[in-house]
């Protein structure tokens, strides 16, 4: 139990430091390896692992929030979840301050507020996905910047996620247009294998944990094996020497 919170103290500290991946493999360690009736460690471990998960782009799972006795305890953040997997700016807020309280108390609350950057990005690839053309004023509409001047905020978050890779499109300042350009086959691209990549490394570390946490028995027996055999090899010399030594008794 003590080495899970180690791992889960890690985790939280290299998540504060933005070592996402690092921190994500800490978190979901401490929950593996913590017993199952330390019910409420394991609840926490999974929360902060969701929030670290969504933080990198991924989508934890269903079964992630099904687990027996963690449903309630995981609604929130099963919610969260559901507003970055639409890129709903509107429903992260609402989500947001419904469970504010919850956030706050469980410690989550700024990392939350760094998921709105990933809220807007996914939205963002949405739209530049579903449209091949589309106005800078639309966008701002369909992301619901509440900014004062939402148009020049959606050119600006529009022309960071191009120049970051995030969406294929290009921007014409002039016209106040997104243009996205048309989805080739993505077997084509190394993202496949980024993906196996990902997935490959992951089995492999949890296979090396396994290995490095098996509890091999005691050599009790075979130290206790090794004494007797100790014992009659000195009692056979003692016995060799003693011959000896009447053999030459006997020749004087």
């Not at 360690?29 to 929360?47: H, T």
């Not at 504010?100 to 996914?122: C, K, M, P, Q």
């Not at 091949?132 to 992301?143: E, G, P, Q, T």
């Amino acid at each position: 139990m003590q080495f899970s919170r180690y791992l889960f103290y890690l985790g939280k500290i290299r998540t504060i430091q933005l070592e996402y991946t690092d921190a994500k493999e800490s978190l979901l360690q401490a929950a593996r390896k913590a017993p199952i009736s330390a019910l409420g460690f394991r609840i926490q471990c999974n929360k902060w692992a969701v929030i670290v998960r969504l933080l990198l782009g991924e989508i934890p799972e269903r079964t992630v929030f099904m687990q027996k006795g963690m449903e309630k305890a995981l609604r929130p953040y099963f919610e969260l979840t559901n507003a970055v997997r639409i890129g709903d700016l509107e429903l992260f807020k609402t989500v947001a301050e419904k469970f504010a309280s919850t956030f706050s108390s469980d410690g989550t609350n700024n990392l939350i507020v760094r998921l709105r950057h990933n809220v807007i990005r996914t939205g963002l690839r949405n739209i530049s996905i579903s449209y091949s053309k589309i106005s800078l004023v639309d966008v701002a509409k369909k992301l619901r910047l509440d900014s004062p001047n939402p148009v020049a905020d959606a050119e600006s978050i529009v022309s960071k996620a191009i120049r970051d890779g995030a969406i294929d499109a290009t921007l014409d300042h002039a016209n106040g247009w997104m243009v996205s350009k048309e989805t080739g086959d993505i077997y084509s691209t190394n993202e496949p294998q980024i993906a196996f990549n990902s997935r490959i490394a992951f089995c492999l570390n949890m296979h090396n944990e396994a290995v490095r946490a098996l509890r091999f028995p005691p050599n009790s027996d075979k130290e206790k094996e090794s004494a007797e055999k100790r014992r009659e090899r000195q009692q056979q010399e003692q016995e060799l020497a003693k011959h000896i030594a009447e053999e030459d008794d006997d020749e004087f």
